[in-house]
């Protein structure tokens, strides 16, 4: 008897394990189901939201322009550099008749200030932004590498621009004949040494450096600090300008058109490779 009772209870916890097993999977059959159904809709937007970005990229690309390489405040802006140095020409000799007076020519002050300054706009200008980017580099600082290898463009460009002018205008050196400020011989500055006058390539070189110093430091710190850098920057290239009249080696439109030259390349150089920060340069070199 006892047997069969024991032969009952062990049969009716199998009978409750078998439908508590089949409720279990009764239960929970439709909750992955569910689940299931729920992953695949997931995928499906997510595709659907990737195809629309895709397509919305496409049609970003195909509509889109790449900016002008001079804008039109640039073209305007060298039109009034180009008539400032017109105006210039002619007091070119009174002015240099100022420069060389005996009392600034005998003051070592002077003399030793100009000595500075003259080196600071050739070499100095390029050595100054190639050696920002390299510290930039080592260091991984991206903001001193943007700076410099900017820097480092806008004074090749306005070596470049400034060489060609001068070979074609071929303007006689003020040094060697102090009473002919007007001497110009079209075609002869990219064989003759002494008339490669106009314009000064140690001002167009150190203004470039100086605006693109200013145009970065006002992008990143607008404000008082842009103000300070600005007036610096921009003071030293002047003074490398006075410099190069103080030794007689430029008229003083050779300077201004120096000037305007290196300006308009350093915040061509600025303006173009922010409105196209993955430019090829700027990938290569490590700026981007």
């Not at 992953?39 to 496409?58: E, V």
């Not at 050779?254 to 490779?273: F, I, P, Q």
């Amino acid at each position: 008897m006892t047997r069969l009772i024991t032969r009952l209870i062990t049969a009716r916890h199998l009978a409750l394990t078998l439908v508590a097993a089949l409720a279990a999977t009764t239960s929970t059959a439709p909750c992955r189901a569910q689940t299931r159904a729920d992953s695949a809709r997931a995928a499906d937007s997510a595709r659907a939201a990737d195809s629309a970005r895709a397509a919305d990229s496409a049609r970003a690309a195909a509509t889109r322009r790449p900016g002008p390489l001079f804008t039109r405040h640039e073209v305007r802006a060298a039109a009034g550099i180009v008539l400032a140095t017109a105006a210039l020409l002619p007091l070119d000799q009174a002015i240099a008749e100022e420069f060389r007076d005996p009392w600034p020519q005998r003051n070592g002050g002077l003399r030793a200030g100009a000595s500075v300054f003259n080196s600071l706009g050739d070499p100095g200008s390029l050595i100054l932004a190639a050696g920002a980017y390299g510290v930039g580099r080592a260091t991984h600082a991206r903001a001193l590498t943007d700076v410099g290898l900017h820097a480092t463009e806008a004074v090749v460009l306005s070596g470049g621009v400034t060489a060609l002018i001068k070979g074609v205008a071929g303007r006689q050196r003020p040094y060697l004949d102090r009473l002919d400020a007007d001497e110009f011989s079209l075609g002869t500055g990219f064989s003759t040494g002494g008339r490669t006058s106009f314009p000064s390539g140690h001002t167009s070189a150190a203004f470039a450096l100086a605006s693109v110093v200013a145009a970065e430091v006002r992008e990143r710190r607008p404000g008082r600090m842009a103000w300070l850098v600005g007036a610096v920057a921009y003071g030293s290239a002047g003074m490398v300008g006075l410099a190069r009249m103080y030794d007689d080696k430029h008229w003083a439109s050779d300077v201004a058109l120096g000037a305007g030259v290196g300006t308009l390349s350093g915040l061509t150089v600025v303006r173009y490779t922010h409105a196209h920060p993955r430019n090829r340069l700027d990938r290569w070199l490590g700026a981007r």
